[in-house]
């Protein structure tokens, strides 16, 4: 499955180490103001190492504030201004953080580095099988972040309620001048390169241990499908969101509380449920100092997690989707593990699981008749962070030997059962699509209004569905060609009488037929000359033109 | 002591990152001499039809546009591929194909030109633009552009089963001696409409 992945991540590594390089810099950068900032308010109170990989998380924060600076200066300074402001104000920054913590450095600092560079190796070949960011988010994500370029319908667009991640890339991509969605793509991997690193810091602030830390870092890395699956969904926001929310829970060892304050609105900004997460962490930690027989609580808790989720995932079909990516064995592992070490850090073992639980209750909780609390894909992939802490906790008795052993079986587990590559699921933009894009916006009038086809599809535990979601590179036709879009149920009829009559109704142009097995049924066009022409063909996606409209 | 096991740790993690690196570099190294040594033997790439592991410049696909004219998809091997045109030659005729990168995905280029008869042999030379210097050729078997090719309506199935049609589309194998010939390929009919009853669900797990 596997197989060519340290190819494909050295293919990508030739072909785009410009702009991997650039990103890197970008994350170093970040990186390093963290690392000053932190070192300067806690001073010796934390290692290094600590440090370091808690800064792998916060590195978004100084990213998102000169990202917001220097999009806002271009309503003032001429574009070609901004690349010269933005490498100045990188490198005042950075050589004031140098200067600032460079007697006070050790060098286990390195240590979490240099595990997060290999995990950057590792993940960068996921984008060496990809034509464009998958899934239908990542097209509106390319949307915004074209608009956020452009500056002409900043507050218009899309009533979207957290940019953050858009504004990084946004501006990242203006100084580079480097091509969005293949920034997109890349930076979503090393987010994900980025995510297990703070685990070391939790994990060794609660048991002084780096063996336990660094297989926590293993768990939260390999342990499951999730958080690298949440690429094939274009999940970004929510990914670097997540890696702000560890960082928002670090600083609060740091009881500094304009770090915190900083932190926390930075990852709402980039992800507004991250106040959400943020709440469940700070309820799950005051909870979990309540009660004074801490293991009858954790057994009864866990207990009913476990008999709760039986009936659940028989009843619910959203509970069962949510732990899919979290293996048996490994999850056994982490449950085992946790038990054993129950009476070292009882409040943290029962802050874990309280944190799982109101997650999972997230997702019940109504908001609106569409929305609840939390949604199934978001839990799905936050759940990693407290096995991961449990299972980082658990390691701590184990001697030395049986801690690589775990942490190699978990590797190589991960190796086998887990794909690398974009997944089939997801993926909807094959080449032939790009090109019959590019054709349009390049052939076809400015006002032409295009059918799609689309579907809806069930998200929430109440039942409620996402109306109209594109279900193939359709749904890239608004973000790369501008023009609009009209959903159709990809099921639709184009054969019938009343589906002409509506789309001429609905001032309908064209129509575009992916290769999907989501797609319209090509087969219309032969059979209805008089109303539709094919006016571009390729094997895996073509255009019809809509004709016989009075 | 703990702190020189750190550093004993540290530095074998280091050594064994820089062997890596070292590793994943030679090999790369190796694979960009080795390129350069073919093209210094033959200075004139093959064009075939992309599969998997395609990594030079390659067809993806065959098609036609609206004035009918035949549209290449090329697949290049980086994003900073030098700019090119086609010389397409058939029946003793040589057309030319312009060509263009696509915008959003800079590793793709389609060509456009005269639209040869199916089933007959189109020999491609692709010329760089700057220098007009021969980079590439290929022979091809065009065999079916369906961009106005009947093909039956999809039978629903009692069952309301989704029910394969075989469409002859411009997808092609290549054959030994370095041609194309088409392959019909099954593409799926799905049901016709009737609104989907239970929704599918959002974000697949794996």
Known sequence: MNNDLFINSAHVLVQNWELILAILTCVSWGTLLTFAALKKITGTQFTDAELAALALGGWPLPALIISALLLGLRFFIPDNFISIIAFALLAISAAFAVHAVWKLISPGVAIPVIVFLFFVFLRLGFPANAVLPPYFDSAMHYEIIQSLMRMDDVFITAPYYHRGYHIIVAAFTLVTHANPGQVMLLFGQIILAAIPLPIYFFVRRATNSNRAAFFGVTLAAFGWFMPAHAVNWGKYPALLSLLLIEFTLGAAFTKNRWLLALSAAASILIHSRAIIFLAIFGAAWILSAVPRNKRILFFALTGAMLGGLILLINQNQVIGLIFEPYGIWVTLLVGLLAASVFRSFPRLMLFSILASLLMLAGIFIPVSFAFSLLDRPIVEMALFLPLAFLGGLGATRLPRFAVTVLAAAIIIHAWAAYNFSPSDCCRLVSRDDVVTLDWMDKHLPANARIAIASTDLSLAASGASMEGIGTDAGTWVTSLTGRMVFALPYSKDFNLQSTHDMLCQQQVTHIYVGGLPHSFNSSFANLKPAWYQTIFFLPNARIVQMTGCD | ?206
């Open chain 2, 1 to 206: 002591m703990k702190q020189k096991q750190i550093f004993i740790i540290l530095g074998a993690i280091g050594i064994i990152f820089v062997l890596f690196w070292f590793a994943v570099l030679t090999l790369v190294i190796k694979n960009l001499r080795g390129s350069n040594e073919k093209s210094a033997e033959s200075p004139v790439a093959n064009v075939v039809m992309c599969d998997e592991d395609a990594s030079g410049l390659c067809i993806v696909t065959f098609g036609a546009n609206n004035l009918n004219r035949m549209v290449i998809n090329f697949q290049l091997p980086n994003a900073d591929y030098a700019p090119f045109y086609v010389k397409a030659m058939n029946r003793g005729t040589v057309s030319i194909y312009t060509c263009e990168v696509v915008e959003s995905t800079p590793t793709s280029a389609y060509c456009t030109g005269v639209r040869t008869p199916l089933g007959e042999t189109i020999d491609l030379e692709v010329y760089a633009t700057d220098g007009d210097t021969l980079i590439a050729r290929g022979s091809f078997l065009i065999s079916a552009i369906a961009l106005s090719t009947p093909i039956s309506l999809p039978s629903e199935t009692p069952g309301g089963e989704e029910t394969p049609t075989v469409t002859p589309i411009a997808s092609a194998t290549p054959s030994p001696n370095g041609e194309v010939t088409p392959t019909p390929t099954l593409s799926k009919a799905t049901n016709t409409p009737g609104s989907t009853s239970t929704p599918n669900t959002a974000y697949p797990n794996p």
